[in-house]
Antibody, heavy 115, light 110 residues
Framework: EVQLVESGGGLVQPGGSLRLSCAAS????????MSWVRQAPGKGLEWVAN????????NYVDSVKGRFTISRDNPKNSLYLQMNSLRAEDTAVYYC????????WGQGTLVTVSS | QTVVTQEPSFSVSPGGTVTLTCGLS?????????PSWYQQTPGQAPRTLIY???TRSSGVPGRFSGSILGNKAALTITGAQADDESDYYC??????????FGGGTKLTVL
C-alpha cells in the first residue's frame, strides 16, 4: 500500500524559512515524479512544484519561483520542499503527491505564516 | 495568463447524472492537457478519480467517467450517491512542466 507522510509544518514569521518532508513507502519511490500541492484555508487546490524521478528536472508555479526549492533523496524515499522568504499568502496545507498526475496523496501538513 | 475554469457549484438528485466541466479561459482543452479529476471532502486529502482524460484510478467506482466534451474536459457521475457530495477539482497540463488546477466545483446531492 502506498503511503505518503508529510511533516515539518508549523508556525513561522513572515520572511522566515521552513523545510517540509514527505516520507514515501509502498512503492518504488525512485520510479516516479513527485509533486507538492497546497490549499489555503477555505480555498481550492494549487499546484506548487514537481520533480523528475532522478531530480534532473524541477518545475514551479510562478508565485514560489526563487523562494521554494523542491528536492528528493531517493535512497531515503523522501521528498522535500525548502521554503524561504515566506509570506502570509503561503499559509496553507501542503500535500505531497506521487507522480505528475498526483495518483496518491499524503494527508498534508499545515504551514502558517504569521507574526 | 490562462485560467482553468470550473462551475463553482452544481446540484444533482440521488440516482441522477451530472457532468462537471473543466475549460480554459483561452483556447480548448484536449487530451494533450492530460486532464485529471480529484474529489475532496471537507478536512480530507484529495482523492484521485480520473487521469489522462478518462482513466479511472484504482478503486474508483465505474459511475465516474472522464471525457472531452467539445472544448472542455468533463467528469460525469452516473447514478449519483449521497457520498458523492464533495468538491471536485480538475488539473490540466499547460506545457513546459507546469500544471494548473481549476477553482473547483462544489457538488450537492439532494
Amino acid at each position: 500500500e502506498v503511503q505518503l507522510v508529510e511533516s515539518g509544518g508549523g508556525l513561522v514569521q513572515p520572511g522566515g524559512s521552513l523545510r517540509l518532508s514527505c516520507a514515501a513507502s509502498g512503492s518504488t519511490f525512485s520510479s516516479y515524479w513527485m509533486s507538492w500541492v497546497r490549499q489555503a484555508p477555505g480555498k481550492g487546490l494549487e499546484w506548487v512544484a514537481n520533480i523528475k524521478e532522478d531530480g534532473s528536472e524541477k518545475n514551479y508555479v510562478d508565485s514560489v519561483k526563487g523562494r521554494f526549492t523542491i528536492s528528493r533523496d531517493n535512497p531515503k524515499n523522501s521528498l522535500y520542499l525548502q521554503m524561504n522568504s515566506l509570506r502570509a499568502e503561503d499559509t496553507a496545507v501542503y500535500y505531497c503527491a506521487r507522480g505528475q498526475r498526483l495518483g496518491f496523496w499524503g494527508q498534508g501538513t499545515l504551514v502558517t505564516v504569521s507574526s | 495568463q490562462t485560467v482553468v475554469t470550473q462551475e463553482p457549484s452544481f446540484s444533482v438528485s440521488p440516482g441522477g447524472t451530472v457532468t462537471l466541466t473543466c475549460g480554459l479561459s483561452s483556447g480548448s482543452v484536449s487530451t494533450s492537457n492530460y486532464p485529471s479529476w480529484y474529489q475532496q471532502t471537507p478536512g480530507q486529502a484529495p482523492r484521485t478519480l480520473i487521469y489522462n482524460t478518462n482513466t479511472r484510478s484504482s478503486g474508483v467506482p465505474g459511475r465516474f467517467s472522464g471525457s472531452i466534451l467539445g472544448n472542455k474536459a468533463a467528469l460525469t457521475i452516473t447514478g449519483a450517491q449521497a457520498d458523492d457530495e464533495s468538491d471536485y477539482y480538475c488539473l490540466l497540463y499547460m506545457g513546459s512542466g507546469i500544471w494548473v488546477f481549476g477553482g473547483g466545483t462544489k457538488l450537492t446531492v439532494l
